[in-house]
C-alpha cells in the first residue's frame, strides 16, 4: 500500500468517529486539543493534521500570501463608528451601535455581533446574517 493510500484510509477512518474518538485520536499528535463541540469541525482539523504530517503543510510562498492579507477584520465594522444596527426579534428590538472596541448593546461592549446575537437571544447565531448583514446563503 502506497503511502498516499494509507493516509487516504487514515482520514477516512475518521468519519465513524465521535467526538470524544476524535480527541482521542488527536493526542498522537502534538498539541493540546481544539476546544471544539463540532465533530465535523474536528475531523476536518484531524485530517489536515494527518496529512501535513506526512506532506508537510503550506509552503513558503502561501504562508506569506495569506499573512499578507491582515488580520480579519470583525464584519460589521466598516460601517464606521457610531452606525446603529437594529432587529426586531420575537417582539423585542435589539440595538447595536458600532464602537472602536466592538458592539454596544445594553450598556455592554461585546467584541462581535455574534456575542451581542448570543447574549440577546441566548442561542448561538452567526451576527452578521442576524443583524441583516449578509444573504441567507452566505
Request: charged content about 30%; overall charge positive; cysteine-free.
Amino acid at each position: 500500500m502506497t503511502r498516499k493510500a494509507m493516509i487516504e484510509e487514515e482520514v477516512e477512518s475518521l468519519a465513524g468517529l465521535g467526538l470524544e474518538e476524535l480527541r482521542g485520536a488527536w493526542a498522537r499528535y502534538p498539541g493540546p486539543v481544539p476546544k471544539l463541540r463540532s465533530p465535523e469541525l474536528l475531523r476536518l482539523l484531524l485530517a489536515w493534521r494527518i496529512q501535513t504530517a506526512v506532506f508537510g503543510g503550506l509552503d513558503r510562498d502561501t504562508r506569506r500570501k495569506l499573512s499578507a492579507r491582515g488580520p480579519v477584520e470583525v464584519e460589521g465594522r466598516r460601517l464606521g463608528l457610531g452606525a446603529v444596527l437594529r432587529r426586531d426579534w420575537q417582539g423585542r428590538r435589539i440595538e447595536v451601535i458600532v464602537e472602536e472596541g466592538g458592539f454596544r448593546w445594553e450598556g455592554e461592549v461585546y467584541p462581535s455581533l455574534s456575542s451581542v446575537a448570543r447574549a440577546a437571544t441566548g442561542t448561538r447565531w452567526n451576527g452578521p446574517r442576524f443583524f441583516g448583514l449578509r444573504e441567507d446563503g452566505q
